[in-house]
């Protein structure tokens, strides 16, 4: 008889009762598949009495989760608490301590503390496994740590919140505004009552964190990434997209350039044919280049209750299986400090949708202006919003014109732009979309 | 120093010299990511003297590939000789008899012989890794044996096969023939010079005995499976099926029923939304629905050298850190027999196109027969081809009809199509293609 795998658990949220209840489900598949039982013998959550319709009856109930970590009788602690700071770092740095494994789904944990937490671990000789803090039960991690492991990887990008997706998507479908699909994200319960780090990209810039950290070597630092999110998208962005042959999504993209690595999470055109394109409502989706073959796409679930339970009952197979990887791919010791990407010398193509005033010499006066920055023009789109619209000679006030700009630098778009909106020939600001080509 | 891992290679084609050359570039990285050196010691292949663009002066040429799988000097064996039989049987068979761990790209072999193989390196603890079998760079195996290993699959389908979604894409795309796309895809080197084994879906029925062995814990089998190509599809058919919302592909299913796993190989209509559907060209994917979870869809380079050689060192790369999973997810002695699906007891939708004679009645007849079934129809198109197309009440000869039933059996619809035809009412033989909801 092989001793079964002692697991400890910490959070009994919609994830943890979720973990419990499949755990249940699948015991004699992960015995067959692990070559032991995978048991949870002790559980630790804020109320004992709240009723989750879980059978919780044949489980040790340790109040206090930093003890339950370094319990004697259990070998994995899962940490499902969530957010950076204590009981969950606190608890987490007890378990290595007592050398107990660990399995999380915290991606602000990993984001502020990855590496200090993955050298605790090294040096005891322990895992700590984190598939579930990154898109849900998409197995990333173990694509990027170990599926890939002999590629050359130049790029990795994503969408990695399901909630901007969804916001993103009925906007562009039903042609509604921002505000009325983040109330409706809000009501579905796919947005929080404060969405911020949501749509501001801040969620997605700590999971870029922890894939770029996996993909290039790079110590996991969600500061060094340029962020910037939805909430400024129109659905006039996302109609002049559709007709120029592109969606807009919110992208984590990590990049590897001369300059080194570039992080940055922006709304992004894609390529209407892209696979990350064809992405809709919650799904999230990764896609990895690496030299010499066609891109890897990944497409599936982001959140919820049973997905992220799904990998993290992954990633205690693995430590049943006996198989410890190092957190981040390779030593800590040898990743590498990612320095914040200067935006201003990102290099790409640009969407530059303006308002422009409808006086004799506009037109001349922005293309002087890009030009002056070297900027060529993959398209111009110009509609007069006269009466009878398309080419209409009347004019009335102002007119949008849409630029979408072959390769050039951040710095050129922003200089051309300052010198246009000083020239007085557009009206408030420009709007301005980043290119990301397949 | 931690000591490296010694690999001998058999077999120099496209794929062995792609694993040399990125062995060789990725030298560092590897290192790193595996905690020791990954070499190749000695290599084996027909001609010594043939110029593959590679250095193999450190390697040494040991002509017999069995007397390299056991050679004292090499800890892992990589099997690229390809084919179900001998040497390459052979070859890993001393290898593990040597107690060397295999890793291996040959579908056939283990289509054929995958549980015996697994069966006699699990005796002698040894690994067999095969990721490089099943869709070239995209880690489906890794997915299914480790990633996945706490979900209950409900069903696994996936575009396994380049050439044939190659060639439906262009006559989809281009509206050209059948037999134009296959010339066109073996001018380019996407088809063999004998394309039978694509076309007529065999080569995705022994990767689809992979993927169902991995997901279901059924013995590789690929007899089992019920096996249809794409050479009796026509541009028309894609053409109705784009028009009722429809894309074709050649998929390998394999589904979970009350009467066991079925696994089938057939062109099959899928929602034009699905992921699956965005697919185009030799690109590969795999869509896997896992109970309580969305659809987890990975895409990506289902052959080629470079893709190849990518899961090839993804797999050396594991050995290197000590892991050994089980070649089929669980130990061999688990698998079940998966017996032949019986078609007829198929259930789902069905595309049926018909040349129906133009006469009174003929709707009438289907439409009986069909009901005596108890098959509902969710869309019928009827087109008539006089001059003046459409609604034209003109009467000229016979006429398409084009039927989507609702959910029903293969036996229901044989024996509705065999009565239509006894009636008289439609000429040669209806087209009939399955459909796959998502």
Known sequence: MVSPLKVGLAGLGTVGASVVRLIDQQREALAARCGRPIVIVAVSARSKSKNRGINLRKMRWVSDPVKLASDPGIDVFVELIGGAGNPARAAVTAAFKAGKSVVTANKALLAHHGIALAELAEKCHVALNFEAAVCGAIPTVKTLREGLAGNSITRIYGILNGTCNYILTRMAQEKLAFAECLKEAQRLGYAEANPSFDIEGHDTAQKLSILASLTFGTRVDPESIYVEG???????????????????????????????????????????????????????????????????????????????????????????????????????????????????????????????????????????????????LESIVQRHRGPHGGDSPKRSGPVPVILITYATTEDAVRRALGAVKRDKVILGDPQLIRIEKN
């Open 230 to 376: 939805i909430s400024s998208i129109t659905p006039a962005d996302l109609n002049a997209a559709d007709e120029l042959g592109y969606r807009v999504k919110l992208l984590g993209v990590a990049v590897r350039t001369e300059k080194g690595i570039e992080q940055r999470v922006h709304p992004t055109m894609v390529p209407k044919e892209s696979a990350i394109a064809q992405v809709m409502g919650v799904t999230n989706a990764v896609t990895i280049d690496a030299e010499g073959i066609a891109p890897i796409t990944l497409v599936g679930p982001g959140a919820g209750g049973m997905a992220t339970a799904s990998s993290v009952i992954s990633d205690i197979a693995d430590i049943a299986r006996g198989v410890r990887a190092t957190p981040f791919g390779r030593p800590s010791a040898q990743l590498t400090i990612s320095r914040k990407a200067p935006m201003q010398r990102h290099e790409g193509g640009y969407y530059i949708s303006m308002l422009a005033v409808d006086k004799p010499g506009t037109a001349a006066t922005i293309a002087k202006r890009l030009a002056q920055q070297s900027i060529s």
